[in-house]
């Protein structure tokens, strides 16, 4: 078991992670004897793991709620039926959110945890390897609005997070890769040696080697736990953890979250912002070439669709909210695992970026 402490003064909280922890009598599921839990999980994850999450937390009283699956119920109308389920079980401010599945459901289940009577305890039980190498720590929580994806959110933080690598055993091989798309972006963008080890042990992760994949999550929350702790807020360094994702953003919306899973849309994403610190002379080129290496053994898409006009995936970032005071402010690399914050690209170079990432090199 390794576990990665999160350090946000009363805040903080440990992120465990290896086998067999689900089911088992672990003491980060101890929660009040007495008091309640409500597991909201979905129609895909809770047949697989609701009975054994369930029984961790015997001696407790335990609810669920199981909402249908897919980025396209991170709704209002959700948050409302856990707030109802909250309400219909009684629950009350010592109850605790455990959210089991992926990145939505973590999402979805520590929002309501943070609304529901100004904030009630939760703890992320992350299934899809995206979650539990990023979206289940940092306190991020919130839903989609129509006219925007998590435009309605609140820093709240777990406090705990259980990462069992078993259930990445029922996870498709393309949600995997997608999650080790966000595993590059904060090699690229913080830890250099990092780079190097994902380099050296591609085919080992690739077959998800349980070691190996356990060391991968480690070192992912590792570097995000310091720069959260650094920066709870987004003010500044946090930023970081943004590299491609402007770009992805865009794609996804162009593409009506269809074509791409988030993943594969940030390693997309990643390509164009590494060409864009390239053609600016900010990058030695190469880099670029480096990280396609890196992610088409992975199976990630690199490209971006042919029929994606330049001047619209522009116009669409505009919308994105990382955009500050009308300048695009993008994550830049200036050489492995050196990411920073740059307002100062202008039209042209992010146009010459996007073309140059349409061409199949
Ligand atoms: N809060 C944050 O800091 C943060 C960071 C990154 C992403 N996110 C959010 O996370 C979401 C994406 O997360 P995701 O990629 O996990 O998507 P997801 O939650 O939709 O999960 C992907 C798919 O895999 C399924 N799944 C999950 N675990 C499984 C398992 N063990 N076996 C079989 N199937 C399984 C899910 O049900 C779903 O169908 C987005 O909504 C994004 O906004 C949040
Ligand atoms: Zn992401």
Known sequence: MQTVRVDLADRSYTVFIGTGI??????????????TALIVSNEKVAPLYLESLEAS???????????????????????AQIIDRLVEIRATRDATVFTLGGGVIGDMGGFAAASYMRGIDFVQVPTSLLAQVDASVGGKTGFNHPLGKNLIGAFHQPTAVLIDIDTL?????????????????????RDADFLDW??????????????????????SIANKAEIVAEDERESGVRALLNFGHSFAHAIETLTDYRLYLHGEAVAIGMMVATRLSE???LCKTGFSDRLGKLMTSFGLPLHIPEDLEPSSIIETMKLDKKVIAGSARLILVKAAGHGFIDSSSDKLQVAAAITASQKQT
């Open 57 to 79: 937390l015997a001696g407790v009283e335990v609810h669920n709620l199981v909402l249908p699956d897919g980025e396209s119920f991170k709704t209002l109308e959700n948050w």
């Open 169 to 189: 055993d029922t996870l498709p091989g393309r949600e995997f890769s997608a999650g080790l798309a966000e595993v590059i972006k904060i090699a690229a963008v």
């Open 22 to 35: 689900l089911g088992s009598g672990h003491p980060a599921f101890d929660i009040p004897r007495g008091s």
């Open 198 to 219: 994902l380099e050296e042990n591609r085919h080992a992760i690739a077959s998800r080697e349980p070691e190996l994949v356990i060391e991968l999550i480690r070192r």
């Open 279 to 281: 053609i600016r002379g």
